[in-house]
């Protein structure tokens, strides 16, 4: 058990599960009453203000002996070596759980049903009023902090294969923070916009953290660092709050000669749930840096492609030479003048032909990596050994922990390392991403370790009512769509005209929706009734129409005046002979309905046109 103290048991219930038969009715899941030694013989009811429940988490202890989680140890106020009685006891399935936000950071978290669902759903078995919950978020340093108020149906319920219906009371005092503005290392002005620059001071190793926020009008920020003295490192992460030197999405390392750092985010490397929020932090290399940080809008990155080269026709000419020393193409006239002025006053590096004035400062300053390609002012060697050679260590446990530099090791803690967080695209909460899954569909469907334990949870289908596992919820939905639309496909429509309902079963060859109003309940066998109210009804539609402004039916009264309406020519009433002659081809189609045998009729040729 991680974190887990000792604490010797000795007590327990007179109940003895070592027979058989009392070991078949042990329950599912196992849930223990923890009480000190001192309340041992108190009342059930004195005894539950204090008392904790919990389950099991592994049985690898040596006997008499349990290890407890500090944070029940700190719960029941015990101390390493302290008497516990341990009950197995019974409690009913949770239905409701109120809990009182102790943090006022709390009603800053976007996703906290899913944050309170995965912290119960892994870490607690059972609830008891009066315990204080510590839910921990993923690269923030504070827990959030929750007190159970209140439960239902008793004062300690089993939260395991239960539908908990949760009530979350927020803190009536202290400001309300965004958790994932909080800076724990700064004392203010920590949010970064744009216009503005704010003048910060770090010493070395030391970090200051800021949170920007991309606008929606903007497709990628700049963020500016400048060096005023001493020189810092420039880094961010959409994930981690506090990003550092190795824990990081974007970097500047560039050397202290560079007094410019600047990260280029564009708005399609932020999170693919569509979050805006980066952490950024100035880390100091130097043992004091001053400098100020700015935001720039749509900042545009450097294009090596624009910086202006040497045309190749000009050194292909025959009346110019090129200058071995300095590389210049000089006419050839003046070359032999050129090249004595030129090696007189000019040295060339051997190593990267870079060219410096005899006996200059710059020239006495240049300085080669011997380990790599690099060179640049020797003030610039000592942050280049730092994070390109210095040999570096990951604590997680993968077939690689040692790399040659921090920077490889910021590399793999971005992609590979087993602490890397990630976003959960099921459950939306910020987790490690644990090591690789070795199940072939999911190295297809590109899932990690907490991925795949996520998505295999199931979820009950609204449509169908079956028990579907949320990494297939997508799928499964579409194959309702696809039953759906093939069902449409092969759809028998209703005879009415006006309407697109599937075909019920009824002797009109209307749907259910337009055989209503002709239905009723008297007998009728030969369906002389039914064509009667057929026959009314058409006649009424015809002659008075139906009233509704939005008809447009060429068989009603009203939608022949709307349409009228609409070409602005003015459509007079049908009289009672025009009706007539309207009902008589609808009525003839019907008229085998009221002989026997009753042949089959062609509803798709009945031009019936029925308003709803």
């Known amino acids: 058990m991680s974190r887990a103290r000792r604490a010797m048991a000795v007590s327990s219930e007179e109940t003895d599960y070592s027979t058989p038969s009392q070991t078949d009715l042990l329950p599912s899941p196992l849930i223990f009453r923890l009480t000190s030694a001192a309340q041992a013989g108190l009342h059930d009811r004195q005894r539950n203000a204090r008392a ?47 809990l009182k936000a102790l943090n006022p950071m709390a009603r800053g ?20 009023v009066g315990e204080t919950l510590l839910v921990p978020i993923n690269g923030v340093v504070e ?11 008793s004062a300690a319920i089993d939260i395991v294969d239960t539908d908990l219906s949760v009530d979350i009371i927020y803190a009536d005092s202290g400001p309300i923070l965004d958790h994932s503005a909080v800076d724990h290392n700064s004392t203010g002005g920590n949010e970064l916009v744009s216009g503005a620059s704010i003048d910060i001071n770090v010493s070395k190793e030391q970090a200051r953290s800021f949170l920007l926020h991309i606008p929606a009008e903007a497709n990628s920020v700049d963020v500016i660092l400048n060096c ?14 506090n990003p550092s030197v190795v824990d990081n999405t974007w970097f500047d390392f560039s050397a202290p000669s560079h007094k410019q750092k600047r990260l280029h985010i564009s708005r399609d490397q932020l999170l693919p749930q569509g979050s805006n929020a980066v952490h950024v932090s100035v880390v100091g290399f130097t043992a004091l840096c001053q400098a100020n940080i700015s935001l720039e809008l749509d900042g545009k990155q450097k294009d090596s492609a624009n910086v202006e080269t040497k045309s190749p026709s000009l050194l292909n000419d025959d009346d110019f030479r090129l200058c071995a020393n300095c590389g210049s193409s000089v006419p050839t006239a003046r070359f032999d003048m050129h090249r004595i002025v030129c090696e007189r006053h000019n040295v060339k590096c051997t190593r990267c032909d870079s060219i410096f004035k005899r006996g200059s400062d710059e020239a006495e300053r240049h300085w080669h990596c011997e380990l790599c390609n690099i060179s640049g002012d020797i003030d610039d060697s000592a942050k280049h050994l730092h994070f390109f050679h210095t040999p570096a260590s990951c604590a997680c446990d993968t077939d690689r922990s040692e790399f040659a530099s921090i920077v490889e090791l910021a590399e793999h803690r971005r ?4 602490e890397r967080l990630i976003e959960c695209r099921y459950c939306h909460n910020i987790e490690p991403q644990g090591p690789a899954s070795k199940d072939a569909t999911d190295i297809m469907d590109g899932l990690n370790a907490h991925e795949a334990y996520c998505g295999n949870r199931t979820i009950e289908c609204t449509k169908c009512k ?13 194959m309702h769509q696809m039953r759906e639309q093939v069902a449409r496909e092969n759809m028998v429509p209703c005879a009415n005209k006006e309407c697109n309902r599937e075909r019920a ?3 009109l060859g209307l749907c259910t929706s337009c055989f209503g109003p002709f239905y009723t309940g008297q007998h009728d066998p030969d369906n002389h009734k039914l064509l009667k109210r057929l026959a009314r009804a058409l006649h009424t539609q015809l002659t008075r129409g139906c009233g509704s402004q939005r008809c ?25 002979t025009e009706a007539a002659a309207l009902m008589v081809p609808i009525l003839k189609a019907y008229t085998p309905l009221s002989t026997l045998p009753r042949p089959s009729i062609d509803y798709a040729n009945i031009d019936l046109h029925l308003c709803k």
């Open 143 to 153: 827990p959030l902090s929750f007190s159970v108020a209140a439960l239902e149906p």
């Open 228 to 241: 005023l003295t001493g020189d810092a490192s420039l880094v961010a992460s959409c994930l981690v709050q």
């Open 52 to 98: 904790v429940h919990c389950g099991v988490r592994e049985f690898s202890h040596e006997e008499d002996y349990a290890g407890i989680p500090e944070w029940i140890m700190s719960e029941m106020e015990l101390a390493e070596g302290d008497s516990v009685s341990i009950e197995l006891v019974r409690l009913e399935k949770g239905t409701h759980a109120q």
């Open 505 to 507: 079963s009824n002797p």
């Open 466 to 478: 079956a028990n579907v596992r949320i990494r297939q919820v997508l799928v499964h939905m579409q």
């Open 552 to 576: 447009r039916n060429t068989m009603c009264a009203t939608g022949l005046q709307n349409s009228g309406s609409d070409s602005g020519s003015a459509v007079s009433p049908l009289s009672q």
């Open 415 to 418: 992609t590979r390392c087993l």
């Open 109 to 128: 978290v976007g996703d906290l049903r899913s944050l309170l669902e995965a912290y119960m759903r892994t870490k607690l078995t059972a609830l008891t």
